[in-house]
């Protein structure tokens, strides 16, 4: 069983989920019509390039993958280990990634895949901040594992056996949040094109920003008690 979670937890999650479903979508609905937040399908289709001979794509789905494990690999340097903890830089690693976004989107709008590198980098620079509470894995660039852990809840649940409700309800509101995130990028698109992005990239500074408040006046309140 998970321990009640705290708010930035569950409240910071679903906006970042919401944040990386918006990313996603835009990937689909832009000039190359694919993923940008989890890479099991640009693994298929790097291994389709490979089959094909096809050089271009090659470079530009192994480009893809390489800049999420970097973003991976920055995401795991700034905040030191797989635990979700107050008092961790998750204001800086937001930061970062809100500035990936930003450089992305002029390029994105040129139809320039290193638009797309980039917004893959700060993708996998968010799901690695975002790791695990209390037992929980705490994912948002990607809903695998999410259906998956409440696909075998249900059939506990069926089953007679004991469910853990506070990680339900913790996966249930990250999944909405990912398809509401992907909703608000399908109704913005037709107007904004690959500026769409332009929206995650500010949400995503202003989540980090959240954070530091937040985590300055949790210290605060515990020097004064």
Same mark, same amino acid.
């Given at each position: 069983?998970?321990?009640?979670?705290?708010?930035?937890?569950?409240?910071?999650?679903?906006?970042?989920?919401?944040?990386?479903?918006?990313?996603?979508?835009?990937?689909?609905? %832009?000039?190359?019509? $694919?993923?940008?937040?989890?890479?099991? %399908?640009?693994?298929?289709?790097?291994?389709?390039?490979?089959?094909?001979?096809?050089?271009?794509?090659? =470079?530009?789905?192994?480009?893809?993958?390489?800049?999420?494990?970097?973003? !991976?690999?920055?995401?795991?340097?700034?905040?030191?280990?797989?635990?979700?903890?107050?008092?961790?830089?998750?204001?800086?690693?937001?930061?970062?990634?809100?500035?990936?976004?930003?450089?992305?989107?002029?390029?994105?709008?040129?139809?320039?895949?290193?638009?797309?590198?980039?917004?893959?980098?700060?993708?996998? =620079?968010?799901?690695?901040?975002?790791?695990?509470?209390?037992?929980?894995?705490?994912?948002?660039?990607?809903?695998?594992?999410?259906?998956?852990? =409440? %696909?075998?809840? =249900?059939?506990?649940?069926?089953?007679?056996?004991?469910?853990?409700?506070?990680?339900?309800?913790?996966?249930?509101?990250?999944?909405?949040?990912?398809? !509401?995130? %992907?909703?608000?990028?399908?109704?913005?698109?037709?107007?904004? $094109?690959?500026?769409?992005?332009?929206?995650?990239?500010?949400?995503?500074?202003?989540?980090?920003?959240?954070?530091?408040?937040?985590?300055?006046?949790?210290?605060?309140?515990?020097?004064?008690?």
């Amino acid at each position: 069983m998970i321990a009640k979670l705290p708010r930035w937890v569950l409240y910071g999650g679903v906006v970042l989920a919401f944040i990386a479903g918006m990313i996603n979508a835009a990937g689909y609905l %832009g000039f190359r019509h $694919q993923a940008i937040t989890h890479m099991t %399908g640009t693994t298929s289709l790097l291994g389709i390039a490979a089959a094909d001979g096809d050089a271009g794509n090659l =470079l530009h789905f192994g480009m893809v993958l390489l800049t999420f494990f970097a973003g !991976c690999a920055l995401g795991g340097f700034i905040t030191g280990d797989s635990a979700l903890r107050l008092g961790r830089r998750y204001g800086v690693a937001l930061a970062i990634e809100s500035g990936l976004l930003f450089v992305a989107v002029p390029l994105l709008h040129r139809q320039i895949d290193a638009g797309l590198w980039l917004a893959a980098s700060a993708s996998g =620079l968010q799901n690695a901040i975002a790791a695990t509470y209390s037992g929980a894995v705490v994912r948002t660039s990607h809903m695998s594992g999410i259906v998956t852990d =409440l %696909g075998t809840f =249900l059939g506990q649940w069926l089953r007679g056996a004991g469910v853990d409700l506070r990680r339900v309800r913790l996966y249930g509101a990250l999944f909405v949040g990912f398809l !509401c995130g %992907g909703v608000a990028s399908a109704l913005a698109f037709p107007h904004w $094109q690959e500026r769409t992005l332009l929206a995650p990239a500010v949400l995503t500074g202003l989540v980090g920003i959240a954070y530091v408040i937040y985590r300055h006046r949790h210290v605060t309140r515990a020097l004064e008690g």
